[in-house]
Nanobody, 128 residues
Framework: EVQLVESGGGLVPAGGSLRLSCAASVITFDDYIIGWFRQATGKERKGVSCISSSDGSTYYGDSVKGRFTISSDNAKNTVYLQMDNLKPEDTAVYYC?????????????????????RGKGTLVTVSS
């Protein structure tokens, strides 16, 4: 059974940094795109970043571009999201999501529930 386990969330002041990790079991990274959705209280769940290990392509939503960096370590089956210059509006639950049928380029528009595998999430809180 595929499992995606997120870690690295926490409380950080505005301007600070966090690194989220997503450890994936069973799947072969080259066959999937893996990325991050987030959901703030009262808002829809939306894709913010994605990486494709097969071709190295990445996606960043406009709200995180220039501040977040996604990377993968295929040997460890782990994807990382380095989040710098965090803002209070980045406060959300962050979910790791993997899929083998889509491309990263459209990640910001995908339906979270239409993708293959989803983690349980990790909470990021940015204080002002």
């Amino acid at each position: 059974e595929v499992q995606l386990v997120e870690s690295g969330g926490g409380l950080v002041p505005a301007g600070g940094s966090l690194r989220l990790s997503c450890a994936a079991s069973v799947i072969t990274f080259d066959d999937y795109i893996i990325g991050w959705f987030r959901q703030a209280t009262g808002k829809e769940r939306k894709g913010v970043s994605c990486i494709s290990s097969s071709d190295g392509s990445t996606y960043y939503g406009d709200s995180v571009k220039g501040r977040f960096t996604i990377s993968s370590d295929n040997a460890k089956n782990t994807v990382y999201l380095q989040m710098d210059n965090l803002k209070p509006e980045d406060t959300a639950v962050y979910y790791c999501v993997a899929d083998r049928h889509y491309y990263c380029s459209g990640y910001g528009y995908y339906d979270y529930y239409a993708l293959d595998y989803r983690g349980k999430g990790t909470l990021v809180t940015v204080s002002s």
